[in-house]
């Protein structure tokens, strides 16, 4: 029987599932004792594998083979599949190099968004890159694994509903939490869609392809009666860059998880423009606890530059608002040092962040992500390639008005003067902590 290894790493605080794929890292603790105090808040979560391996899985064990999961180690297979971040990189192509060392016989394949963005780093080691979804196996797997290109092409599924459910039995998933969104756990990944339709400069979700394909709601229904009958899970995190984007699919599904016989918790992420609050009730009547949204920059005139669709301040006002009066955790995504940020703009966007004062604040370091338009953009303005800083809490360009120390000090007062004052705590409590809703009344 064919032996499968999917080899992984969480070194660097390596997040893979984040920024599309690219991955992301933790608060590094600077900042003195604040800045530690929001890296432990971070450390407590046990994040998911990504859900690339889970499909991975899936697809392999569907195919008839035998599937490993090696973090940090290696062992015989006669196949490895690596998904790689950015801030992993380096780590991975040496553990590839080993494996065509040590089994002479296996081949190595790369997959995700740093492997279709950056082929080059993999081929030149003689590892071969999979360009596209790696579900695609499924149908396509002899053509894949006995091609002697360096860069195979097997492009995107067309029919999600027609793809095995993610299979987590090989990995350790009965730790998986993020207690940022949810209080019971385990936690799996899932999905009711991929890809995304705007054209922010800078996101790596669009790397791949810039259009939406759905999954039936029925279909997202019966993965998550597996999950909960299978493993026991507790709560799932949609991984949908735009959850919501077809409003009849989300409130059909919404309707369908009200429905299921055990509750669930899940979380969302999205677009403050494109969710009703309709639509926002029948989530949270279904069990939504938390929702991401990207706030970025107050500044119309930035998010222009970089090919964002500004939101009206009063719509994001009033959304954050609504979300705490219905009991749902806001996750709100900020962007600080952009080439032109000075101190006072990126002290704007921390004010901004106060005034609206979601559930937890992600300041994040703009980053160049490879196959971004961004990236093509700032080529010049890189000052960094060590990709094991692109976490999005490192600076790794070159400011205009600004040093890489002043942005970073910058970026940890942020997080600083956000999270340790009254209103912060005042206004949030009773999300962070949910028990106290039983003594309050
Ligand atoms: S809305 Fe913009 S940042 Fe969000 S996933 Fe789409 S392209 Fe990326």
Known sequence: ????????????????????????????????????IVRMMYRRDYRPVALNF???????????FRVTYLEDRLSDADIFFFNPSLQTLEIEKQAMVQAMTRYPHCKVFVTGTVAWAMPGQFTE??????????????????????????????????????????????????????????????????????????QCNYCPYIVIENKTRFRSPESVLEEIRYGQKRYGF???KFRDPLFGLNRKKAVELAEGIA?????????????????????????????????????????????????????????????????????????AGFMVGFPEDTEASIMGVMDYARQLNPTWANFNIVTPYPGTRFHEEVR??????????????????????????????LHARCFNKFYFRSRYFVDNARLIWPQLRRFAG
């Open 380 to 409: 010049e303005q890189i000052a960094d390639h060590d990709y094991s800083k692109y976490s999005v809490y490192q600076p790794v360009m070159k400011y205009r008005y600004l040093t890489a120390r002043q942005v970073s000090e």
């Open 125 to 198: 080691i003689g590892a071969r890159v999979i360009r596209g979804e790696a579900e695609q196996l499924l149908f396509r797997w002899e053509e894949t694994i006995n091609s002697a290109e360096p860069v195979i092409d097997i492009g995107t599924v067309s029919d999600l509903d027609s793809l095995p459910f993610p299979d987590w039995s090989c990995f350790d998933w009965s730790r998986f939490r993020i207690k940022y969104d949810f209080w019971r756990f385990p936690t799996a990944l899932i999905q009711q869609s991929r890809g995304c339709t705007f």
């Open 234 to 236: 507790e709560s799932f």
């Open 54 to 64: 889970a499909y991975l899985a899936a697809v392999s064990r569907k195919l008839g």
């Open 259 to 331: 429905r299921l016989p055990r509750r669930i918790q899940f979380s969302i992420e999205t677009r403050i423009d494109i969710m009703k609050f309709e639509t926002l009730e029948a989530l949270r009547d279904a069990g939504l606890t938390a929702i991401t949204v990207g706030i970025e920059t107050p500044s119309e005139e930035t998010l222009r530059r970089y090919s964002r669709q500004p939101i009206r301040d009063d719509r994001q006002r009033e959304f954050v608002a609504r979300c705490r009066e219905m009991g749902i955790r806001t996750v």
């Open 1 to 36: 029987m064919t032996r499968i290894a999917l080899w992984d790493t969480r070194r660097n605080d390596a997040q893979k599932d984040f920024a599309g794929g690219m991955g992301v890292g933790l608060h590094p603790g600077l900042g003195g004792i604040g800045g530690q």
